[in-house]
């Protein structure tokens, strides 16, 4: 299981400006026809924004922190939307409509405030996030220039630990890469159950193993399909 933003792509300006690897889709869609279908993703995104990008893969994962799962490939269920959470979205899009530098995302289930333009205002950003999850009962996540505001009691460890009950997933010794700090859940669950967390980049972290950057990750992925390949009958 692989986070998306980080971890199999650079991370960009906006959630929408990815360049993702020329390989990608192909070296995805192989892995998890060796995997007989256990590659899964857990992100921050909605599942439908990485259905786009990974065209025509629709892998089984969990989107929005775990909000949104999806057990087995196919389309994304829709998460639920509250009039509370649409009215915090059209207060923040409203404050921030002309300040430079400032993002809202309005992930349907979750709110994201990104800052990577506008270094300098993230002390606003979290504040101005801090009151939004107080106001909904949601948790407060801190992440690569975002802050995020989702349903407390999820995260990318419920989401690795539901799929792990259910099949292709099921019964097999599992690997987690990530590279922020909203993956750590994810490291721990998946270390918890005798598996492998990976993290990526150089910061502090549970995982007891390490790649580079993405373009380490797309490397090793490519040598484990070299070694699928080399003992498949």
Not at 23 to 33: K, N
Not at 119 to 135: L, S, T
Request: glycine share 10%; hydrophobic share 45%; proline share 6%.
């Amino acid at each position: 299981m692989v986070d998306f933003d980080g971890t199999l792509v650079e991370l960009a300006e906006s959630p929408e400006q990815l360049k993702p690897a020329d390989d990608l889709v192909g070296l995805l869609q192989a892995l998890s026809h060796r995997l007989g279908g256990a590659l899964g993703v857990i992100s921050g995104r909605r599942l439908e924004s990485i259905d786009r990008w990974l065209a025509p893969l629709q892998l089984p994962g969990g989107g929005l922190h775990g909000t949104q799962m999806r057990l087995s490939a196919g389309p994304a269920p829709s998460p639920r939307v509250t009039p509370e959470l649409v009215a915090q979205v059209a207060e923040l899009e409203a404050r921030y409509a002309d300040v430079p530098g400032i993002l809202v995302e309005n992930k349907g289930a979750a709110i994201a405030l990104h800052y990577r333009l506008a270094p300098d205002r993230r002390e606003e950003c979290r504040q101005a996030m801090r009151d939004v999850a107080r106001h909904l009962g949601f948790s407060l996540l801190s992440g690569h220039c975002v802050f995020e505001a989702r349903p407390a009691g999820i995260d990318k460890g419920t989401a690795l630990r539901e799929l792990a009950e259910t099949e292709p997933f099921a019964g097999r010794r599992l690997f987690f890469i990530g590279d922020d700090t909203t993956d750590e859940d994810a490291i721990r669950a998946v270390q918890g159950l005798g598996g492998v967390g990976i993290r990526v980049g150089a910061a502090q972290t549970a995982a007891r193993h390490r790649l580079t950057d993405v373009s380490a990750v797309l490397d090793w992925l490519r040598a484990s399909l070299d070694r699928f390949e080399a003992v498949a009958p």
